[in-house]
């Protein structure tokens, strides 16, 4: 029997593959694989929202900081314009004077919600009247409590002539759904502007989705996102982000 020398090895396997890229150094150790070690379950970390979303997971994204009001009613408006925003409403509404002469504080609406011109599409913007818990200047009626007690919600756009965008349609139902829940405020006092003052305004509009917008669907609100659009999903939130 015959014994190859182990120094001819590498030699005699190069030989049998064809190629020199099969010999291997004889002074490099093996390759080690090493795995990274086990984590059980309880220590993985939780799934995170994108950073898009604004963490208020089961609370009121647009809880003021101070008291708030009994609020009885939630009056819905529109601006009757093509485009808007809170500075730009606030500016046409510090012209403006009460019945006695006095200049009004501003921007008579509690909350603002955008169609995509002027402020994102379904953008929710509370103005100074919600942060403070002030009342309205929105209502025009004869009864008091309408603006002393009435959260008036305004959205940019003219409803006679186009219905509402999706977005500010969604963005609308939430803020609704949570104003209610927040002060049990029953569905029959949520109510467009023109049923409160019938003789002198059509607000908000012929295409105003009421019965949609009023109705209880209930929804899990993660927040908002950085332009103050509802977030009711993760997916929803991502997708935003992505645009």
Not at 110 to 136: C, K, L, S, Y
Not at 190 to 216: W, Y
């Amino acid at each position: 029997m015959r014994f190859f020398s182990l120094t001819l090895l590498p030699i005699l396997l190069a030989t049998v593959c064809g190629c020199q890229g099969c010999t291997r150094s004889p002074g490099l150790p093996p390759t080690v694989s090493i795995q990274a070690p086990f984590v059980p379950p309880a220590q993985l970390p939780e799934p995170q929202a994108p950073a898009a979303a604004v963490a208020h997971r089961g609370q009121n994204p647009w809880k003021p900081d101070v008291a708030g009001r009994p609020w009885k009613y939630i009056v819905l408006h529109h601006t009757a314009t093509t485009s808007g925003s809170v500075d730009s409403i606030h500016a046409e509404h510090q012209k403006k004077k009460d019945k006695n002469g006095n200049a009004w504080l501003g921007i008579g609406y509690h909350f603002v919600i955008g169609n995509g011109r002027g402020m994102a599409d379904g953008a929710i913007e509370p103005t100074f009247r919600w942060r403070t818990q002030i009342q309205g200047a929105h209502a025009g009626s004869s009864d008091p409590e309408y603006n002393q007690l009435g959260i008036g919600i305004c959205l940019v756009g003219n409803f006679e002539n186009e219905p509402p965008t999706a977005a500010q349609q969604k963005s609308t139902q939430l803020l609704v759904q949570t104003l209610r829940q927040e002060y049990f405020i029953p569905i029959d006092q949520v109510v467009p502007h023109k049923e409160i003052r019938a003789s002198a305004t059509a607000c908000p509009g012929k295409l105003f989705p009421l019965r949609e917008i009023a109705q209880d669907q209930p929804s899990i609100l993660l927040g908002v996102d950085p332009d103050g659009v509802p977030v009711e999903s993760l997916a929803g939130s991502l997708e935003r982000t992505l645009r």
